[in-house]
């Protein structure tokens, strides 16, 4: 009922450097990413272990797959296959997203430069260097650190078990005390018919905030990083609710450490130290990206901006 609505999808953003192409459903709760043959063959090839991951982690962090699928269309003399995944939206549709961060747990090239009299960071996906650079805290207290860690660590586990690596966790912060300020940049494709003529002339229109849905959706509240209005809240060290709420998760859990990635690794490495390139086997990775989300989760050193 989510895809199939009157408004068929949302397109998300343009191909960024993987080549995806990203899409909401019509209620925003869903995105609809298109994958490569090699990630489709990776999920596949890791279903049973991602399906019993989930049900024994039913607070897990990592992407939340809801369908894959294939389409065949014709082309020229031959056809071309699309390959996409239905998986859950992290960010909600009724808060704004202030500040988000991409997360690796390395350092090469992991920078996302912006204009130094830019004030509206909201448009920008940050990465770890300028986490770093702005001394950024993933703020929980004693109580929901402990939860996250325990959760992370079973995550992390189970990625190095299929053998996964090049993941992130992605993370979007809104600020309680800024509420709603930002537009959204979103378009809906709404087509009269199916008809294919109708479909080829038809133009995606802009969409407005009360397009959207103004609550959570059923059912979330009950999961640990869901609870709080479709997020988690921050706390500081007497488990006391902070100005941030967080929604995060693991994404990009698709890239299998095969012979292309150990090339990359060989080669990368001649010329900077493993410490800080992505293309490391998954064990190696898993433990990095474990330890650098473990050292910026804590108490706030300082009042960011």
Same mark, same amino acid.
């Given at each position: 009922m989510s895809i199939t609505g009157k408004y068929i999808l949302s397109?998300?953003?343009?191909?960024?450097?993987?080549g995806s192409f990203f899409y909401y459903s019509r209620d925003y709760r869903f995105i609809i990413k298109t994958i490569h043959h090699a990630e489709h063959r990776q999920l596949r090839r890791i279903l049973k272990d991602y399906h019993s991951h989930?049900?024994?982690? /039913?607070?897990?962090?990592?992407?939340?797959?809801?369908?894959?699928?294939?389409?065949?269309?014709?082309?020229?003399?031959?056809?071309?296959?699309v390959h996409f995944v239905v998986m859950n939206n992290?960010? /909600?549709?009724?808060?704004?997203?202030?500040?988000?961060?991409?997360l690796k747990g390395s350092t090469h090239g992991r920078i996302t430069r912006i204009n130094a009299h830019e004030t509206d960071l909201s448009k920008y996906t940050l990465k770890d260097l300028n986490f770093l650079e702005r001394h950024e805290m993933i703020k929980f207290g004693p109580a929901k650190r402990q939860v996250f860690f325990k959760q992370l660590e079973a995550d992390v586990k189970f990625l190095k078990k299929v053998n996964v690596m090049d993941y992130s966790l992605l993370m979007g912060i809104h600020y309680v005390?800024?509420?709603?300020?930002?537009?959204?940049?979103l378009s809906i494709f709404d087509p009269k018919s199916g008809d294919k003529t109708v479909l080829i002339n038809t133009n995606p229109r802009d969409i407005e905030r009360q397009d959207l849905p103004t609550d959570v959706y059923p059912g979330r509240s009950k999961y640990v990083?869901?609870?709080?209005?479709?997020?988690?809240?921050?706390?500081?060290?007497?488990?006391k609710p902070l100005a941030e709420i967080y929604y995060m998760g693991i994404i990009d859990c698709l890239t299998g450490y095969r012979t292309k990635k150990s090339l990359e690794t060989f080669f990368r490495s001649m010329w900077?130290?493993?410490?800080?390139?992505?293309?490391?086997?998954?064990?190696?990775?898993?433990?990095?990206?474990?330890?650098?989300?473990?050292k910026g989760t804590g108490q706030a050193?300082?009042?960011q901006s």
């Open positions: 397109q998300l953003s343009s191909p960024g450097k993987s989930v049900k024994e982690n /039913p607070n897990t962090l990592v992407s939340q797959i809801y369908g894959l699928h294939r389409i065949k269309m014709p082309l020229g003399s031959g056809r071309r296959v992290l960010f /909600p549709p009724h808060r704004d997203i202030h500040l988000k961060y991409d005390n800024q509420g709603n300020k930002n537009g959204i940049n990083f869901y609870g709080h209005d479709g997020g988690i809240r921050a706390t500081d060290e007497e488990n900077n130290s493993r410490s800080v390139i992505s293309a490391v086997p998954p064990r190696e990775y898993g433990d990095r990206f474990l330890d650098f989300i473990k050193k300082k009042k």
